[in-house]
């Protein structure tokens, strides 16, 4: 029981982290219809950004943890959102209207650059770093196991909250958001309405960027090491949860994100550690075949 | 004279570039001896890639509006030529890759390369069937060329048995694994059966990884058995059994090298001529059709899931039998050779050539892997070029490099026909 309660935190941290990420999948694939395969890779920037960014403060001897938090969150959030542009502006921009497999080469062209660049400049060895929060409180005790709610997952699960929430207001209640959602729905007509698309879709890659820098953060924090690969495996699993929850819906996405966590977590502490991949994306495949528009989507109606 | 809106807008780039450099290129985090890490500044660096982004920018800018001038559609004179030449890059490549082991000055490097060329042009054309014809995305390829690795492997290493006996086996093992994965996918469109394949092929790997008691893990199969010519082995020793024996040749290690560059050439080809003797056929055409319009062919009575289960099987298996030549070639496999990334060369080749074209893929393959071992020398940089070419190819060209496509059927003269008016497909 204390056992299993452990193990259902640890799920939900890890799940908040793939939900973030699932969401910027999930509304790219939403407004452009297309996967945005460099998104694992802007995760993995948000990582090494917020790396450096700890370091700088280090330096700069900021060694309160919660400042020095919330200014990694800052600097992450602000360099990846501009790799978020740009990997807009340089792999799908130019490829606009164009054919549909164009843009999805050119992203994985993209998504090897982006690796192999952080490869080169920051070097291909893995980077540990000290914990910057320590502690926690204990929930609950069995016999001698006790479980235990780290400050490090608080702070993860409320800042994924708070992400998600801004989020959320952002697309129900701004004009952006409402340009958004009209871009969604038919992009020619919101153009003739006088969207400027191209500016709304950029800034839809520039917020997915923004949530999956905070996800870069949380998990450098977290997990505590870092390597130019992480993007590929937390890419391929967050983008199982987008297709889990529906992929275009947001609140999908979240929940898509929380069941691949827990899945992930409950199978290696009861089955296999080494299988916990193929039990995600086993998770996917069965998902798609039984229920292929996922948890929370929308059947797709196709006219000839 | 410089217009002062294109250097505004270099001017922008660059500042862009600063803002994406600075943190990632300026400051270098370096683990120090104690396990701590420090960061090390490189600010002549971020100098130096800002600089080269504001020229590229404005050089491109220049250009592109130079060329806007002139109108971009319709069949400007270029495009005839090109056409007509064309006609002859199919039989010049074959003569020369026919020719290769025998031209002067062809070493022992060259036609390795020429090999792992080869391997990729006879993958690209196998999955040129299941993209290129039948229009299912597939992003997990690899798993096949894998599936047919370690079928000869371990079918030589737990029977015994001999390249020849296995190389059908392995073909046959991996499209009945392309039908397995077909089945529960029959119903998925575009981006999910795309994803599924993924999901696919990784699942492999990590199966290849973990079940270490079959298939060695990590550490993979050493000492898988070489080919043999008709029953002769390639051997330094010369005696009457072996092959440089049988013909009275001065015993090589050049001779197994050149045969297997011939055995991937006839692989490759055999690929290629099913390829286009099935396009004349009804499942060919099914295939295409499928890829047009799929609730056309349904309405038409084509049944929908034996043509795209036979694009799997059939892509499938030509994906075995390059993996079992990458075996027997290689004498190791691990699962390392059987990444996601390779998945994406192999499709990559297929776009970039132009997706249904038989010639594009074969110059898709030729540039990209021939490119990619020219760099060797720049070791890590490689992968950065590589990846930024494609991107670079796609956006230049988004129908690939061959933008023509022969219909199989036509009224009349049969003529080349623009890459545009051929659809993707829908998977």
């Known amino acids: 029981m204390a056992y299993a309660l452990q193990q259902l935190i640890n799920g939900i941290s890890l799940g908040m982290i793939y939900g973030l990420i699932a969401v910027g999948y999930t509304m790219v694939y939403g407004i452009i219809g297309m996967i945005n395969f460099a998104h694992g890779d802007v995760f993995m920037i948000g990582a090494f950004v917020a790396l450096i960014a700890l370091l700088l403060l280090q330096l700069g001897g900021v060694m309160d943890g919660t400042a020095a938090i919330l200014l990694m969150l800052l600097a992450s959030v602000a360099v990846t959102a501009l790799y978020g542009w740009t990997v807009e502006r340089v792999a799908y921009r130019p490829l606009r209207g164009s054919f549909r497999l164009a843009p999805l080469i050119s992203a994985i062209g993209l998504s090897i650059v982006l690796q192999n660049y952080v490869q080169v400049s920051q070097g291909a060895r893995v980077k540990p770093v000290e914990a910057v929060l320590r502690g926690g409180v204990e929930v609950f005790r069995e016999g001698d196991f006790a479980v235990q709610l780290s400050y490090m997952q608080m702070l993860i699960i409320g800042t994924t909250l708070a992400a998600l929430a801004a989020f959320t207001i952002l697309v129900t209640r701004t004009p952006l958001g409402r340009a958004m959602r009209a871009c969604e729905q038919d992009r020619k007509m919101a153009a003739l309405l006088g969207i400027d698309t191209d500016r709304t879709i950029s800034l839809t890659f520039v917020i997915g960027a923004a949530l999956a820098a905070v996800a870069g953060t949380m998990y450098l924090l977290r997990y505590g090491v870092i390597d130019f690969y992480i993007g590929f495996l937390a890419g391929v699993k967050a983008f199982t949860a987008a297709v889990l929850g529906g992929i275009g819906s947001l609140p999908g996405a979240v929940l898509g994100g929380l069941l691949i966590g827990l899945i992930e977590t409950f199978w290696s502490a009861y089955f296999s550690v080494q299988y916990k991949d193929v039990a995600a994306f086993s998770i996917l495949v069965l998902t798609l075949i039984f229920l292929p528009t996922g948890l929370l989507g929308r059947q797709e109606v196709e006219k000839v | ?427």
């Open chain 2, 1 to 427: 004279m410089i217009p002062a809106v294109a250097l505004r807008d270099a001017g922008l780039a660059a500042l862009v570039a600063f803002g994406l450099f600075v943190p990632l290129v300026g400051l270098r985090t370096d683990v120090s001896p104690t396990g701590g890490l420090f960061l090390r500044t490189r600010w002549i660096d971020v100098a130096i890639v800002c600089g080269i982004v504001f020229l590229g920018r404005l050089v491109l800018t220049l250009w592109l509006g130079r060329r806007g001038l002139r109108p971009t559609t319709g069949p400007g004179p270029w495009t005839a030529r090109l056409e007509r030449a064309g006609t002859f890059v199919a039989p010049v490549l074959l003569g020369v890759a026919a020719a290769l082991p025998f031209i002067p000055g062809i070493d022992r490097y060259e036609l390795d390369i020429g090999i792992l060329v080869l391997t990729y042009v006879m993958l690209g054309w196998g999955l040129n069937i299941v993209v290129g014809l039948a229009g299912l995305l597939d992003l997990g390829y690899v798993a096949f060329y894998a599936i047919g690795a370690y079928s000869y492997a371990l079918l030589a290493q737990y029977f015994g048995l001999s390249f020849w006996v296995c190389l059908p086996l392995a073909g046959i093992l991996a499209a009945f694994w392309g039908v397995l994965l077909g089945f529960p996918v029959l119903r998925l469109r575009g981006d999910y059966l795309a994803i599924v394949t993924l999901a696919f092929g990784e699942i492999i790997r990590v199966v290849l990884i973990n079940w270490v008691s079959l298939t060695g893990g990590p550490n993979g199969i050493g000492g898988i058995p070489r080919p043999s010519f008709f029953g002769l082995p390639f051997s330094m020793e010369g005696g009457p059994g072996t092959f440089a024996g049988f013909f009275g040749l001065e015993p090589s290690p050049t001779h197994r090298v050149i045969f297997l560059y011939y055995l991937i050439l006839g692989l490759a080809l055999l690929t290629n001529w099913v390829t286009i003797r099935l396009r004349r056929q009804p499942l060919g055409r099914a295939w295409e059709a499928l890829r047009e319009d799929e609730i056309a062919c349904r309405a038409l009575g084509i049944n929908v899931t034996v043509t795209k289960l036979s694009a799997f099987a059939l892509g499938a298996m030509f994906g075995g039998f390059a993996g079992a030549f990458f075996a027997t070639r290689q004498a190791f496999i691990s699962p390392e050779s059987f990444t996601f990334i390779e998945s994406a060369i192999i499709l990559a080749i297929v776009v970039l050539g132009g997706l249904g074209s038989q010639v594009g893929v074969a110059i898709a393959a030729l540039v990209m892997i021939g490119g990619f071992e020219l760099f060797r020398d720049l070791d890590e940089w490689r992968m950065l070029v590589f990846g930024g070419a494609m991107v670079a190819i796609m956006v230049s060209r988004p129908r690939g490099l061959v933008g023509t496509r022969t219909p199989t059927v036509a009224l009349g003269q049969k003529r080349a026909i623009s890459g545009d008016l051929v659809s993707e497909g829908h998977g």
